[in-house]
Structure formats: structure tokens, C-alpha cells
């Protein structure tokens, strides 16, 4: 099972920009899949997270500019990110939490993606 993240860049403040995560591999099913950020000297925070059933959470920060979608029948997550500002810049991870096969047995663990740089700089 692997994330693979795609859709980092740098963007003017103001701009959007789209990250997408894909998961794949010998997969059971996903519940709770989300996006987290970690800038430069700061720890790495959650940005926003979606339930199976979509439910939406968000940190305050991005509350009205961000917004998580998921598709279950692709096993993907996307973060479409509005009015960027120059304190959204960090490094962006997916991650889910995923049940799995593995020989005949059913395993459950969060899996995290590879970090996706977004700057906003003008």
C-alpha cells in the first residue's frame, strides 16, 4: 500500500492550487483520509480531514478557503486551497487510514504520502 501526492507549486498570494493524493495497493477500504502541513521550524499540523461517510473537518486557518473531497471508488483525497496566503506555505501530507489485505487477513494502519511543497510568495 502506498500515497502518492501530486499538485505542489508555487503560487502568488491570492492564487489556488489543487493537491491530490491516490492510494494504492491490496486495499480493503479507507476511512478517514486528510492533509497535513508542516512549515519550516513549526510541527506538523492537520489542515483538513474527511470521514468515509464525508464529514468535514478543518483547521481555523483555512476554514472558507479550503475544501477536502474525496473519491472512495478511486481512493483518492484532494485539498482545493482558495486565496492562498504566505502563511499556508509548508510542506503538505496526505494520509488515511487504510484497512488492508495481507494473505487472509484484514490489517488496519495509517499510511502517510510523500510531502508535496506548496510556497505562496510573490
Known amino acids: 500500500v502506498q500515497l502518492q501526492a501530486f499538485g505542489g507549486g508555487l503560487v502568488q498570494p491570492g492564487e489556488s492550487l489543487t493537491l491530490s493524493c491516490a492510494a494504492s495497493?491490496?486495499?480493503?477500504?479507507?476511512?478517514?483520509m486528510g492533509w497535513y502541513r508542516q512549515a519550516p521550524g513549526r510541527q506538523r499540523e492537520s489542515v483538513a480531514s474527511i470521514t468515509k461517510n464525508g464529514s468535514r473537518n478543518y483547521t481555523d486557518s483555512v476554514k472558507g478557503r479550503f475544501t477536502i473531497s474525496r473519491d472512495n471508488a478511486k481512493n483518492t483525497v484532494s485539498l482545493r486551497m482558495n486565496n492562498l496566503t504566505p502563511e499556508d506555505t509548508a510542506v503538505y501530507y496526505c494520509?488515511?487510514?487504510?484497512?488492508?489485505?495481507?494473505?487472509?487477513?484484514?490489517?488496519?494502519?495509517?499510511?502517510w504520502g510523500p510531502g508535496t511543497q506548496v510556497t505562496v510568495s510573490s
Open positions: 494520509n488515511a487510514d487504510i484497512r488492508f489485505l495481507r494473505g487472509a487477513t484484514i490489517r488496519r494502519s495509517a499510511y
Open positions: 495497493g491490496s486495499i480493503f477500504g479507507i476511512d478517514d
